[in-house]
């Protein structure tokens, strides 16, 4: 009797666990990030200017689980935290889990789309950096 109580104890405790991979993190609006984005140009600074920012390529699947790979085969994996989400803005927090690789300069980045193939992550504020990505077709 009590095996199968300990078995229906770790059944549910494990369908319980893997919840929130099941479920859609972003508005319709915003699902449009998942896919292959490779980056292109770094904005702002004291000077404010744009220049190249080639080479870095950010990988987003389902649930909010990113990869991002530099040249040199850097990495680093883990998932969006979304700081917050409406028909007007998205604001989220990459969170590492693997890797060692610093990409953005904020923690927190606002998310807009030039379109559907430009991806931007704002870091706001004065002296902070936009960085822009191409969707990889």
Do not use: H, P
Not at 12 to 27: A, M, P, Q, R, V
Not at 33 to 61: H, N, P, Q, R, T
Not at 80 to 96: A, H, P, R
Request: with cysteine.
């Amino acid at each position: 009797m009590s095996y199968k109580l300990i078995f229906v104890f770790i059944i549910i405790t494990g369908l319980c666990s893997c919840e929130k991979y099941n479920d859609e993190i972003f508005i319709d609006k915003y699902q449009k990030v998942y896919g292959e984005w490779i980056s292109d140009k770094k904005c702002g600074g004291y000077a404010g200017i744009c220049y190249d920012f080639k080479g870095e390529i950010l990988k987003i699947v389902k649930y909010g689980e990113f990869e991002i790979t530099n040249q040199q085969d850097n990495y680093v994996k883990g998932y969006f935290e979304i700081i917050s989400q409406d028909e007007n803005s998205l604001k989220v927090i990459f969170v590492q889990r693997r890797g060692q690789l610093k990409l953005f300069s904020s923690d927190d980045l606002l998310v807009t789309f030039n379109g559907n193939d430009t991806l931007i992550f704002n870091e706001g504020c004065c002296d902070r950096y936009s960085y822009e990505f191409i969707r990889d077709k």
